[in-house]
Nanobody
Framework: QVQLVESGGGLVQSGGSPRLSCTASGPTPYNTLAWFRQAPGKEREGVACISLADGSTHYADSVSGRFTISRDSYTSTLYLLMNDLNSEDTGLYYC????????????????????WGQGTQVTVSS
């Protein structure tokens, strides 16, 4: 079965640059990997995604230019490098895998992903 395990979260100072990791194991019935986040009292939102087919990436406007998603195919590890963090970036960050069934324009729809990790908490302190 597909397993996704996130790591790298924690308490980070405003302006910090942590890197999240997500290790995938098991079969690969998916073609897209993504990071989502959920802040207290808010809906889960897409942060970034990457296509396994061609490596193309998409980002939420709120993180574009600050976050970078990447993947190491040899170790089956997904990364999210986060720069210039602020309080709005606080949340539980999830790794997700799916077939992008709604097309690339809808990459940030949570229902497009079939497999999810347990999440890793990122808390930004001022």
């Amino acid at each position: 079965q597909v397993q996704l395990v996130e790591s790298g979260g924690g308490l980070v100072q405003s302006g910090g640059s942590p890197r999240l990791s997500c290790t995938a194991s098991g079969p690969t019935p998916y073609n897209t990997l993504a990071w989502f986040r959920q802040a207290p009292g808010k809906e889960r939102e897409g942060v970034a995604c990457i296509s396994l087919a061609d490596g193309s990436t998409h980002y939420a406007d709120s993180v574009s230019g600050r976050f970078t998603i990447s993947r190491d195919s040899y170790t089956s590890t997904l990364y999210l490098l986060m720069n210039d963090l602020n309080s709005e970036d606080t949340g539980l960050y999830y790794c997700a895998a799916g077939y992008n069934r709604y097309g690339r324009a809808n990459w940030d729809r949570a229902t497009a992903y079939d497999f999810w990790g347990q999440g890793t908490q990122v808390t930004v302190s001022s």
